[in-house]
């Protein structure tokens, strides 16, 4: 009997050969993920559209593994340079980026994702209780379905809903066309990255009168020992303009020049209190409400053991958010005082470069209307406080940098910023305030980060001692085995590793080793070691994978045929159908496994017909496509498997539930072709 077809739902050529060993399919969309040669990361649908791609712009950088999060909705991208980037897949940015390791050259070889439960008792009885899956679990937490489980961190404070748990909070402002300016580490870090002068076209706008003013001042201290300040002042309050003045107002600045300044000024101010109105309050608000939230966990729920909370490095970082909170309202103040008393001289200086460029005979020099609206007193405040050096630049340029470092970013719990921050902005007149020993805003944010690095360390450690190895299990198969794929699924009180490895001796020979664990107060022990053969006829094995809990997907290759086979792979018992095992102890190789095997029950032993017949899946077309890898999709009601071709450069989608006769190869279901 000719051997069944699979569904094809997809078949793709690709313009750069594949990294056959790099190859991720999507558990809950139809997306491939794969990387080429040239290390590019590219995620397809099962039409061959591509969706998005994920490159490194350094050459030498090489990727090392791939893996989707178990709800599809981020891939997992790691490097050889020990670096980790998440990348979203609804917009195909990185949302965040991990450093695995600083050693140079230090690749990451092994990715995963899992769940993380606090309560662990209760989740277990919940889970033993319903008689899920691993699988069935996560689908679970995809598809929302979790109004008959108790919340639980960090899982509750992803699923809180933001209308009826928080506050109200202002809205943030748009970061481009996408409005994603808080979505994604990528668009922060451009958003508050620092400018660079060389590289751009910026005006320091604190320091831009000093600039206008700077050849008038040495004119101003040859000839009359003063400097602009001062002939400005002894200007609006006389009307007596000193000649030097008034060339440097007629043929030096003049209307251009005024402009210039005007706008270049008033739209600085104008920044300065949109992005600390805008962008930085609402991510305090924020961040105030996440750490408010840990910190009455801290307190008040036993998760905190778990998660290793302290209400003491809590109320340290409520402590750094209270202070930039305190100086973002001191900027906003301050930056309204100076753009009023800039507007009110910019008005004033207009009027003079129009005075004095004036004919002395002519009638401008009469008070007008103009003139009555000038606010004189603002106009003086200006020169006198803000003219040459703005107040805000205690805020922004840290002015004795090593001592305020000291004094106010080393993290210490036993010291209140805020406290000390508020005495020093008390001090509200001009002379003071310069003199005040104030952190600039980024020596806050540096003692924030550093603050929040304290909790992220202790959360980490306190993880990290609940995490207890056992003694490994050494499988002696030889220098050259191949291991090709793992699954752990329950059975019993056991969780149980099986493992799929290829022989080095003979290509047709697949073992199966069986290792169970048993797990007692949340520390396992290995149990029983097993282990079985699978001897597929004279034909050659090129891959494996576990489809699901009950069996396993083999690519072979006989009498010029390919071949997808499927095989239960658990342990026989009268009622299912699956392998012989036999005990595997340290000193057994897989030698003394064939030898003992050829005897006893424990091998599958089959001739290439009876593999044909009794587990053929699938039979591939003579042609250019050569299969060579496979990746499988195994959840419920939707599994495929993709196979990629020995020349690296086409795959199908076939759609293992759902086989066609030999007579009518064509033949498929109503949902596959609406799908196509």
Not at 90 to 115: F, M, P
Not at 265 to 288: D, K, Q
Not at 377 to 389: D, N, R
Not at 558 to 577: C, F, K
């Amino acid at each position: 009997m000719a051997p069944s077809k699979l569904t094809v739902l997809a078949e793709k050529s690709i313009t750069r050969p594949l990294k056959l060993d790099l190859l991720e399919y999507c558990p809950t969309m139809d997306l491939i993920a794969l990387a080429t040669s040239e290390d590019q990361v590219y995620v397809y649908r099962l039409n061959g559209q591509r969706v998005f791609g994920a490159g490194s712009e350094i050459p030498s950088l090489q990727v090392s593994k791939l893996r989707w999060k178990p709800n599809g909705q981020l891939l997992a991208v790691g490097w050889n340079d020990g670096m980790l980037r998440i990348v979203s897949a609804d917009n195909s940015k990185v949302v965040n980026q991990i450093e695995v390791s600083a050693a140079e050259d230090d690749e990451i070889t092994c990715l995963g994702w899992g769940l993380n439960y606090t309560d662990s008792k209760g989740s277990k009885a919940r889970i033993d209780a319903s008689g899920d899956t691993l699988d069935d679990i996560l689908g679970q937490i995809v598809q929302g379905n979790v109004s008959n489980q108790t919340l639980d961190l960090p899982r509750d404070l992803a699923a809180l809903d933001i209308e009826g748990t928080l506050p109200k909070l202002s809205m943030l402002p748009s970061g481009g066309k996408n409005e994603d300016v808080f979505s994604s580490r990528a668009s922060i870090d451009a958003l508050f990255s620092p400018l660079r002068k060389q590289e751009n076209d910026a005006v320091d706008v604190l320091d831009l009168p000093s600039r206008f003013i700077r050849n008038i001042d040495e004119s101003l201290e040859e000839g009359y020992r003063c400097t602009f300040v001062q002939a400005a002042y002894h200007l609006v309050v006389t009307g007596n303009c000193y000649p030097p003045v008034k060339e440097w107002l007629v043929e030096e600045l003049a209307e251009r020049g005024h402009k210039r300044w005007d706008k270049a000024v008033t739209t600085g101010y104008e920044n300065i209190i949109r992005l600390t109105h805008e962008n930085l309050l609402p991510a305090l608000e924020r961040c105030s409400v996440i750490t408010s939230r840990l910190r009455g966990l801290s307190k008040y729920q036993e998760s905190s053991f778990a998660l290793g909370l302290i209400t003491r490095d809590l109320n340290n970082i409520l402590d750094s958010i209270n202070s930039m909170n305190l100086m973002s309202h001191s900027i906003l103040k301050l930056a309204g005082v100076e753009l009023v008393q800039f507007t009110a001289f910019s008005a004033w200086l207009r009027r003079e470069i129009e005075l004095q460029a004036a004919d002395p005979l002519s009638t401008t020099h009469d008070p007008d209307e103009k003139d009555t609206l000038i606010e004189h007193t603002k106009v003086l405040e200006y020169i006198q406080e803000s003219m040459t050096k703005s107040r805000l630049t205690t805020f922004f340029q840290a002015n004795q940098a090593e001592k305020k470092r000291t004094r106010h970013s080393e993290v210490k719990n036993d010291f209140i910023l805020y406290d000390d921050f508020k005495k020093e902005l008390e001090k509200d007149m001009p002379d003071t305030l310069e003199k005040a020993i104030l952190p600039s805003l980024e020596l806050l944010t540096i003692n924030l980060q550093q603050r929040c690095e304290v909790v992220f360390k202790q959360i980490a450690e306190t993880q990290r001692r609940h995490v207890h190895f056992g003694t490994p299990v050494v499988l002696k198969a030889g220098r050259d085995a191949q291991i090709l794929d793992m699954r752990m699924r329950h059975e019993d009180n056991l969780c149980c590793s099986y493992i799929a490895l290829l022989s080095p001796i003979s290509l047709n020979d697949l073992y199966i080793f069986r290792v169970a664990l048993r797990i007692q107060n949340g520390i396992s022990s290995t149990h029983l070691v097993e282990v079985a053969l699978l001897r597929l006829g004279a034909g050659t094995i090129a891959d494996v994978k576990f489809a699901d809990d009950q069996a396993l997907m083999v690519l072979w290759r006989a009498n010029d045929t390919w071949h997808l086979l499927n095989i239960p792979y658990g342990v026989r018992t009268d009622i299912l159908e699956g392998l012989d095992y036999i005990k595997w102890t340290d000193d057994t190789s897989l030698e003394g496994v064939d030898d003992e095997a050829r005897g006893s029950a424990s091998a599958l032993i089959l001739s290439d017909e009876e593999v044909v017949a009794a587990h053929s899946h699938h039979a591939f077309d003579e042609g250019i496509f050569i299969p060579w890898k496979l990746e499988i999709n195994g959840r419920k009601s939707r599994r495929v498997v993709c196979v990629f071709s020995k020349d690296k450069m086409h795959y199908q989608v076939l759609d293992i539930d759902s086989t066609t006769s030999p007579e009518n190869p064509r033949e498929q279901s109503a949902d596959d072709a609406e799908m196509k």
